[in-house]
């Protein structure tokens, strides 16, 4: 029986975590994992850190060491059935691997090479990302992959195209990155903070492969707060309204208004509601789907209005659009649906080619993903965040609270609800 055992060797501070892999009398193998850690927080007998519930870095950093087990495990099973030898070497290479940690000799070869860090991103973007693993143990996908080359070319235009060293790049010269982004680009702070992320995130790569690095990166930075933008999202007053307008005058905004509906009460993304979905994937009242952006399996059961949609068409799902097409038209059936009340928000400017805080009728700023932060809204508070994450298909909860949109004064009205009903008649 294979067993993986992680142990904490020496007495002195800090003392280096080794692993340790056997298989009954087949091998028995030893090998540093180069993390190190204080000896007195090692559990050596439970394979972790002591006290874990009170230092959070601990959780986390336990849970790194638990997937290590896996991936040794998984590389075995794998390497097993190609006949590969099972050795020490073996056994340092996938702990390698599996922190991302280059050879000596590449790592030589990369110090030498990059000194500036357009350079070095350049690089690690057409070499590296293909092989680059997530906190997930997923490789990056190709929008992930994007996402760091429109940062890049945002990069390359601050300060005139300027070239900066890799060892330069402080805390200081990010802020003036951040300034740049606020006031010359006119980026609000979510895109601001994302870039700055994505900075930082290529000089700890850099750091990773030995190259000199200024250690000021690691300092905090500030991105302004703008004042609150509301995310909208319809209520279950509004999303009446809308089940509701009369549009047997036009099959078009009758399609766009159905498609919607589902969206609204099942959180799928337009690449499902509007894509991928299919009537074979409604069975028994449930609506189960593979989803296409993150490959995950989600099963939501259907809602009456969604019942609704398809007795209407005889079983069958709405017409389907393309994704621009729905966008402009799901606005005309919000304001046909008097969804016309005024709130902040930002609207797309094409002189400016940025979106523009501003006070719009809120029927202008419906989109596609308003039926997911719809979902997230409405349903959150009456059924358990973990749950209402899963039906969702989001990762964790961290995530699927990131789209309840319910603004202070309407959990203020939330909680006035509850105790009205709580102590009618009581007191």
Known sequence: MATIKLLARGTTTPTNIYLRFTAGRRFDLFAKTNILV??????????????LAEIEDRVSKSIRFEKLKAYILDRYNEDYSLGEVFNRDWLETNIRDFFNRPTQERAEKIKDHFIYYSDFVRWWLDNEAPKWKT?????LNHRAI??????????????GRKKYKISDIDAKLITDFI???EDEENYGSSTTKRHSTRLKFFLAR?????LKVNVGYKERVFVSREDEILMPYLNEEEINRVFNVNLSNDDSLDNIRDSFIISLWTGLRISDFNGSLDVSNITEDFIKIKTQKTGKWVEVPLHPQVKQVLKKRMGNLPVKFSDKHFN???????????IDNQIQGKLFDKKTKRKLAGNYKK???????????????NLQGFIPDRILADLGGWGDVKMMLHYV????????????????NKYENKL
Request: net charge positive; aromatic share 14%; charged share 30%.
């Open 328 to 338: 402009e038209e799901v606005k005309k059936v919000c304001m046909l649906a008097n």
């Open 146 to 159: 994007q996402q760091y080359e429109s940062f890049n070319a945002l990069f390359n235009r601050f300060k």
């Open 179 to 181: 300034n740049w982004m």
């Open 363 to 377: 029927y202008k700023l419906i989109s596609s993903h308003t039926g997911r932060r719809s979902f997230a809204t």
């Open 206 to 210: 850099a750091e990773m492969m030995g």
């Open 38 to 51: 204080p000896p007195h927080h090692w559990d050596n007998s439970k394979g972790t850190y002591r006290n």
């Open 405 to 420: 949109k319910r603004t202070k004064k309407e959990s203020a009205n939330h909680l006035k609800n509850f105790w009205d």
């Open 135 to 139: 906190g997930k143990n997923k490789y």
